[in-house]
């Protein structure tokens, strides 16, 4: 039976945030009123893995949250061991190749959304964060992870020379001989190794202190004048952005004769066995 207790915060709860009108499918948007902040819920059973539908709904949503004149936007997921497993690999092994031109232009329209977002932005990173996961999460301001979860930027492990962004993004957060160190040996971290290189900024013991860290973070620019702190953002990220914007056509390109190529065919053919395999012993 429900106490009095927790049908009284359910109430409390129901009251102050609301979903967002265009709430989309396989992400989640729902703002407090109070605090004026957006959480936007990766949804996409079992493991968040980004296809074409995922990334196309979340730069929706990132965009729908940034015109709504929200406080801040919180970036979360709905599965609670994983936060997300990165890009689709269905998407990029035998691909239609339409398909994974659509999927590379939106995992690049997804970065330059979150990364330039005008808002203050923080990850509730509640589960693993390998690849596109981890791109996503060090694409906003402020990261919170649980403990015993594992994040990196891995593709090189799978053969994939990881995109410019990826560059940006591990440079935005960790020193320079820490980010190319990391990416050219594929690192996966720990909760522990994260927190100690910088690649989070704090470990929390749950999915709601996360949320609340996250909100706290964003709290602090109550403050502060919302042009004068997006403009100053941007101007520390408009070189990655620029450089971004002409390089990429080429990217797209060099993504799709990469996995054109047989031996990369069969490389992804063999994790993607290896990932099942794991399941089945
Ligand atoms: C050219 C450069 C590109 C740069 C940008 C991005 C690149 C990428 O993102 S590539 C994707 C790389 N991702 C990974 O390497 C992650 C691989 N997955 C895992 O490590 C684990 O699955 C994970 C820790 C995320 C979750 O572990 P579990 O909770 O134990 O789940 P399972 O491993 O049992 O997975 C469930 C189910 O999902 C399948 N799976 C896992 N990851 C992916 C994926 N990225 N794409 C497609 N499918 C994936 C896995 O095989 C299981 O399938 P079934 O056995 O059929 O249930």
Known sequence: MMSSMSLSRMLRAASVCRTMSTATKLTAVEVNDKTGIATVTLSRPPINALNVELLHDLYQSIKEIENNKSRGLILTSSNDKVFSAGLDINEMYRPDKDRARLL????????LALYGCALPTAAAINGHAPAGGCLLATSCEYRVILPQCRIGLNEIQL???????????????LPRRVAERALVQGRIFTTEQALQIGLVDDVASSKEKALEKCSQFIATFAQTNPLARSLTKLKFRGADLQRFESERTNELESFLEFIDHPQMQEDLGIYLEGLKKKNRN
Do not use: A, S
């Open 159 to 173: 053969g994939l020379v990881p995109p410019i962004f990826c560059m940006f993004n591990f440079l935005n957060v």
């Open 104 to 111: 590379w232009t939106k995992l690049q329209d997804v970065w």
